[in-house]
């Protein structure tokens, strides 16, 4: 049994029993890993249940046994977050970003720039200043690229429509199935010419920001096999919607 020492982030936790836990890890090294953790409940507890909350950065140091479930024999975080856990708004959206890619990373290989640009996104996420409103669109175009299905923007024109099946702007969509209205597509190529580092703020309303989601989401159900209902949407819309109001 080899030990592996990497850094990882928590994407699920489920109880098992009276005191354990199943969790899934992206991690660094070695790609999406399941491992159990045992007596995580227990008080004295060397690895405690509170590291495994959605998104949490953790190092660990983990013994793969020949089954599907390693262990980890050491757990810490790795970077602490500063204001997501206070604020109501950034905890929406990691509760969002998490379940989107619970869902979505279903390859278990390890992949570094993936790993990055997650750990990275978040840590930006934590230090912002000002309305995150824009954070998870841009966070979840940004992941298309990752995972190989990224909108080609390049014939992009005024007044075209957004196939999401075929992920292209076309003139015409009347042999599409799954197509965006021509607003809708300018603000989706608006979108992916930014990037989830910078601050920019999309010149949309909440209702239509909120439907900027909806299209995104459905692309996403589109690309990734198994993609159903978001339940942290209806969450993450109500926040958002509160956030614009005071901004």
């Known amino acids: 049994m080899n030990a ?3 850094r990882a982030i928590v994407l699920k936790a489920i109880r098992y029993g009276d005191n354990s ?3 899934k890890l992206l991690t660094e090294q070695n790609g999406l890993q399941s491992f159990m953790v045992k007596g995580a409940f227990n008080k004295n507890a060397r690895i405690r249940v509170a590291l495994f909350q959605p998104l949490t950065l953790l190092d660990i140091v ?3 046994s020949r089954g599907e479930l390693g262990y980890l024999k050491e757990a810490g975080v790795e970077y602490s977050y500063q204001d997501i856990p206070n604020n109501i708004n950034k905890n929406a959206i990691v509760l969002f970003l998490c379940e989107m890619l619970a869902k979505s990373i279903q390859d278990s290989e390890t992949d570094l720039e993936l790993f990055a640009f997650i750990h990275d996104a978040l840590v930006h996420l934590d230090a912002m200043d000002g309305s995150c409103a824009d954070f998870p669109l841009k966070f979840a175009v940004k992941l ?3 995972l190989g299905f990224s909108p080609n923007i390049s014939g992009f024109k005024t007044g075209f429509i957004f196939d999401l099946e075929d992920g292209c702007f076309r003139h015409d969509g009347s042999n599409a199935t799954y197509v965006v209205d021509p607003k809708q597509s300018e603000m989706l190529y608006n979108l992916c010419n930014h990037d989830v580092f910078d601050d920019y703020c999309l010149k949309i309303t909440t209702p ?3 439907q900027l989601l909806e ?3 459905s692309y996403y159900k589109l690309h990734v096999s198994g993609f159903n209902d ?3 949407t209806d969450i993450l ?3 958002l919607q509160s956030e614009s109001a005071t901004h």
């Open 237 to 239: 819309k109500a926040v």
């Open 4 to 6: 592996d020492k990497t």
């Open 215 to 217: 299209t995104v989401i």
């Open 62 to 64: 983990a013994a793969n």
């Open 21 to 23: 836990l199943i969790v």
């Open 230 to 232: 978001m339940k942290s």
């Open 208 to 210: 239509e920001r909120r």
């Open 144 to 146: 298309s690229y990752f």
